[in-house]
T-cell receptor, first 114, second 110 residues
Framework: DTGVSQDPRHKITKRGQNVTFRCDPI?????LYWYRQTLGQGPEFLTY????????KSRLLSDRFSAERPKGSFSTLEIQRTEQGDSAMYLC????????????FGSGTRLTVV | QKEVEQDPGPLSVPEGAIVSLNCTYS??????FMWYRQYSRKGPELLMY????GNKEDGRFTAQVDKSSKYISLFIRDSQPSDSATYLC??????????FGKGTMLLVSP
């Protein structure tokens, strides 16, 4: 197991386009998290899955954002009608079920909206 | 007041110095405290976690928590140029999502 994988690493898109990111967590982890990080800031929580169930969503997650985790394996994060303010690093993390404090993060997908 | 406050730095030190990084938090419900290291263009990696007041040591790193003051610290002894990164404190109210500080950029010069 090589850790948490995210694809693509970089994405440049025009304003108004839709984008989709993928995250493959560590295989034995049943919890998966999406965070967003802008320059000079710490990661901000977006949403959280336990297996295939989306259990928590941040108010940062507007209706243009949707996340899925079919079959409790990989997850996708889609942003519709992208805006320049969506430019950020999107980080995925996973953790196990038993008290396993702290997450394992992927390297992130850097989104630039032009 | 933000839930977690952290001085963004940058903090510049010479190689071999002792580094002190700090965060304060406002919610006494926070139970678990972590430090992550983030290199440029990489995701954060977990350095240390603790859930009680006191010190926890791991090699050159010592994490300190003072719940009465709502203050956490990370000390790095014998700092190396490879320690140059952004250090993020993260706090967790039970087994739930993490709240991060802004991160402190550390630069260790040879």
């Amino acid at each position: 197991d090589t850790g948490v994988s995210q694809d693509p690493r970089h994405k440049i898109t025009k304003r108004g386009q839709n984008v989709t990111f993928r995250c493959d967590p560590i295989s034995e982890h049943n919890r998966l998290y999406w965070y967003r990080q802008t320059l000079g800031q710490g990661p901000e929580f977006l949403t959280y899955f336990q297996n295939e169930a989306q259990l928590e969503k941040s108010r940062l997650l507007s209706d243009r954002f949707s996340a899925e985790r079919p079959k409790g394996s990989f997850s996708t994060l889609e942003i519709q009608r992208t805006e320049q303010g969506d430019s950020a690093m999107y980080l995925c993390a996973s953790s196990g079920q038993v008290a396993d404090y702290g997450y394992t993060f992927g390297s992130g997908t850097r989104l630039t909206v032009v | 007041q933000k839930e977690v406050e952290q001085d963004p730095g940058p903090l510049s030190v010479p190689e071999g110095a002792i580094v002190s990084l700090n965060c304060t938090y406002s919610n006494s419900a926070f139970q678990y405290f972590m430090w992550y290291r983030q290199y440029s263009r990489k995701g954060p990696e977990l350095l240390m976690y603790t859930y009680s007041s006191g010190n926890k040591e791991d090699g050159r790193f010592t994490a300190q928590v003072d719940k009465s003051s709502k203050y956490i610290s990370l000390f790095i002894r014998d700092s190396q140029p490879s320690d140059s990164a952004t250090y993020l404190c993260a706090i967790q109210p039970g087994y739930s999502t993490l709240t991060f500080g802004k991160g402190t950029m550390l630069l260790v010069s040879p």
